[in-house]
């Protein structure tokens, strides 16, 4: 159980609070269980939005935006030529989107904030938080880096191997996608 149910559930949070579910009638008490249903329907509706609003969802729309941006600042630029090619040449996309990308240079180069810019382009922002070498120089460092819910279905130090299979893998990401 994450932080943030326990902390929910220790203060008696109803969880139509959180989620405004309907199956819950206001004021009534749910199991543990049912408040982890809700809080993870709830990030798994998040990173929905999160992904139709990415501008970049397969390795087509990558080469696409990459051109589109001749000349013109993306947040991806933010990383050294080096560390921008190894990033690049590591992402992965399956017919959901992004399911793996490297993390290292990410980390090493660039604040929280700078990242989840980078990852929000594919949908990815929800995982920043795994980034845990990330710089936090600003408040907005900060909060990104304490987001108290982490999805159950992205992986540190895995990568996506096949569909639904994140295969150990240092210094990668496997996300939801896989």
Not at 138 to 153: A, G, L, R, V, W
Request: hydrophobic residues 40%; charged residues 20%.
């Amino acid at each position: 159980m994450n932080l943030f149910v326990a902390l929910i559930v220790g203060l008696g949070v109803s969880s139509s609070a959180l989620a405004a579910d309907p199956s819950v009638k206001p004021g009534e008490s749910v199991s543990l269980n049912a408040t982890v249903d809700i809080v993870n329907r709830v990030q798994e509706h998040q990173n929905q939005v999160d992904y139709l609003m990415a501008p970049i969802k397969s390795a087509a729309d990558l080469k696409a935006y990459l051109a589109s941006m001749h000349g013109h600042q993306s947040p991806i630029d933010r990383l050294s030529p080096a560390a921008k090619e190894r990033f690049l040449s590591g992402l992965r996309f399956g017919d959901t989107g992004l399911t793996s990308f490297p993390y290292a240079e990410l980390e090493t180069e660039l604040s929280a904030t700078e990242i989840y810019r980078i990852l929000s382009l594919f949908g990815a922002q929800h995982t920043t938080s795994l980034l845990k070498n990330a710089r936090q120089d600003t408040p907005t460092d900060h909060t990104i880096m304490e987001t108290p819910i982490n999805s159950p279905y992205d992986y540190r130090d895995f990568w996506c191997l096949a569909r639904a299979t994140c295969a150990k893998s240092l210094d990668y990401i496997c996300t939801g996608n896989c």
